[in-house]
T-cell receptor, first 114, second 113 residues
Framework: GNSVTQMEGPVTLSEEAFLTINCTYTATGYPSLFWYVQYPGEGLQLLLKATKADDKGSNKGFEATYRKETTSFHLEKGSVQVSDSAVYFCALSEWGTNAGKSTFGDGTTLTVKP | DVKVTQSSRYLVKRTGEKVFLECVQDMDHENMFWYRQDPGLGLRLIYFSYDVKMKEKGDIPEGYSVSREKKERFSLILESASTNQTSMYLC????????????FGDGTRLSIL
């Protein structure tokens, strides 16, 4: 079956530090890959996505590249802000599986200190 | 923008009660999902639906049922609430297709006393 493994947290960084959150996946087919962000007291919201190998998703200064050879989709940001403090989820979804079901990682909590 | 609305942000119920959690989406999405989120356990899929009146069990359906009588509304039912169902419940919707993201509501924090 499909699975997503992401870097365990919590991660604590100082403002303007470089962020990497690792994500690797196992899938039987050719998945699309997603990063979601959950701010305190809210639901998840899509941060970025990539639908095929070597695609780069980007949004709000965050980037992730779909690496088929290493089955990875690591999230990066060059300079984090306090407002980036949140829980980040890596996820995959495949064509042909039930109704667009997604497989989620366990989430990584990021705290950015001023 | 897609809006997924969950009827309550906070809910307190008693053991043994029948509890209804309601979710409505406004973008004509085919798929709808119910998850529960607990510390250290990530997101766990309870049930999902890919069409009106259709439903499929997720990973943890025991103690829950669902209803989808209209495309925009997906209800989660706790038949006889128990304290181990105290949790954050998240509803989501999406279009059909492997490259479609899910859109989430803000969640209902349910406490069973």
């Amino acid at each position: 079956g499909n699975s997503v493994t992401q870097m365990e947290g919590p991660v604590t960084l100082s403002e303007e530090a470089f962020l990497t959150i690792n994500c690797t996946y196992t899938a039987t087919g050719y998945p699309s890959l997603f990063w979601y962000v959950q701010y305190p007291g809210e639901g998840l919201q899509l941060l970025l996505k990539a639908t095929k190998a070597d695609d780069k998703g980007s949004n709000k200064g965050f980037e992730a590249t779909y690496r088929k050879e290493t089955t990875s989709f690591h999230l990066e940001k060059g300079s984090v802000q306090v407002s980036d403090s949140a829980v980040y989820f890596c996820a995959l979804s495949e064509w042909g599986t039930n109704a667009g079901k997604s497989t989620f990682g366990d989430g990584t909590t990021l705290t950015v200190k001023p | 923008d897609v809006k997924v609305t969950q009827s309550s942000r906070y809910l307190v119920k008693r053991t043994g009660e029948k509890v209804f959690l309601e979710c409505v989406q406004d973008m004509d999405h085919e798929n709808m999902f119910w998850y529960r989120q607990d510390p250290g356990l990530g997101l766990r899929l309870i049930y999902f639906s890919y069409d009106v009146k259709m439903k499929e069990k997720g990973d943890i359906p025991e103690g829950y049922s669902v209803s989808r009588e209209k495309k925009e509304r997906f209800s989660l039912i706790l038949e006889s609430a128990s304290t181990n169902q105290t949790s954050m419940y998240l509803c989501a919707s999406s279009r059909t297709g492997g490259n479609q993201p899910q859109h989430f509501g803000d969640g209902t924090r349910l406490s069973i006393l």
